[in-house]
């Protein structure tokens, strides 16, 4: 029998961070979680670093995971918003120039998403999932700013299940096109429900936060959903396919690429978007 579906998991960490506080800094090994998704259908992998005090290293672990597995793994590029401070331009430019990444990863635990981040995301056309911890405020923020930049808003905006946030969040996600959010620990099923009916499924990607979580139980989620088979798929894989296509194709993102890791770069420049990183429909 012939797959019909893609799908493409926006959302998982992978290699060890050094905090040593719990296995969301300690260590987020993929052997597991790749077996687990074997068996429930997963094709393709968004992997970032569990937290880390050094992210140019920790991205860089990263990088030899997806290369180790070019068929199966996208990589995005955990920033720290003030220790990489003064430094985004050249992790993003080693990101996508050396390692062939898609986009940028922020999380409000480490500290607040920043105007260089975004600056630095619009210029070189690379979608951000950022983590807000439930401070929905900044996505409005977000939406206005920078209306040219993906944010990939994970877990209806929170985490830890604060459904005042969640239900703030689908205004946001409803309003500004640029916001998208994922599918990842949401475990009130019908504030996901409302999101998909107030926002539409075009604006929805499915996550797992793997290897923690069980990457079988959260696409159970989408199929529970009970949606028409196109819409079904957009939420499955074809939203991330949309999101990085569009940025490809926009009017002079090659040459910003190519300026902005001009200095940076030690290899000769290399497409993401082409070869063994092309997602394909």
């Known amino acids: 029998m012939v797959k019909q579906r893609l799908i493409i998991d926006c959302h998982c960490h992978g290699g060890k961070g050094d905090g040593l506080t719990g296995p969301w800094d300690t260590n987020a090994a993929l052997d597991k979680y790749l077996q687990r998704a074997a068996r429930v259908g997963i094709d393709r992998t968004v992997v ?66 920043t105007r260089e981040i975004c600056e630095v995301a619009r210029n070189m056309a690379l979608p951000i999932l950022y983590d807000v ?31 005042r946030a ?25 504030l996901l429900e409302e999101a998909v009916e107030r926002a539409g499924a075009h604006k929805i990607l499915f996550g797992s936060d793997g290897p923690w979580l069980h990457p079988g139980v959260e696409l159970s989620k989408v199929y529970a959903l009970r949606l028409a088979r196109e819409e079904e798929q957009l939420i499955l894989g074809k939203n991330f396919i949309r999101i990085i296509r569009s940025l490809r194709h926009r009017p002079k993102m090659r040459k910003r690429i190519m300026k902005a890791g001009r200095q940076q770069a030690t290899q000769r420049f290399r497409d993401p978007w082409q070869g063994q990183h092309a997602p394909r429909l």
């Open 48 to 113: 970032f670093s569990a937290f880390h005090s050094d992210y140019q290293y920790a991205n860089r672990v990263v990088a030899r995971i997806v290369k180790s597995r070019p068929n199966r793994l996208f990589g995005f590029a955990f920033i720290h918003p003030h220790r990489d401070r003064g430094r985004v331009q050249r992790l993003a430019s080693e990101a996508v120039l050396q390692h062939g990444f898609l986009g940028l990863k922020v999380h409000r635990h480490d500290a607040r998403i």
């Open 166 to 190: 969640q239900q703030a969040f689908i205004d946001h996600l409803s309003r500004f096109p640029n916001i998208f959010t994922d599918t990842s620990g949401v475990r009130r099923f019908d």
């Open 133 to 163: 911890t439930g401070e929905i405020s900044a996505v409005r923020l977000l939406g206005q700013e920078y209306p040219e930049v993906p944010f990939i808003i994970p877990h209806l905006g929170s985490f830890a299940d604060d459904w």
